[in-house]
């Protein structure tokens, strides 16, 4: 059966649509849960500090985690001014 080109153009456009990405990601917004927070360079206490978020900072999780040598496990997040660094889980919750 031989199907008209406009209907093969139809069902090939439709499939590009769909396997198509969004690029669209889900935002998790977090917020510290003490008086203030540095945020590091590494996923370590012993790394710089980059910033210093306050319990009105929103941060914004980078979709990354790491566990240090002492377990604790430390979450990649960026600043509304673009700074990025790691926060330690223990002091955020999400927003």
Do not use: C, H
């Not at 499939?15 to 198509?20: C, L």
């Not at 990601?25 to 590091?40: C, K, P, S």
């Not at 990354?64 to 040598?69: I, K, T």
């Amino acid at each position: 059966m031989i199907l008209p080109r406009t209907l093969v153009s139809s069902i090939i456009n439709f499939n590009k649509e769909i396997e198509q990405p969004t690029g669209k990601r889900e935002t998790t917004v977090l917020q510290i849960t003490t008086d203030g927070a540095n945020i590091r360079a590494s996923a370590s206490l012993d790394s710089d500090i980059v910033a210093v978020a306050t319990p009105d900072t929103d941060l914004t999780y980078e979709g990354v985690s790491n566990m240090d040598e002492s377990q604790i496990e430390w979450y990649q997040v960026k600043t509304l001014d673009g700074t990025t660094g790691w926060i330690s889980s223990k002091i955020v919750q999400e927003k």
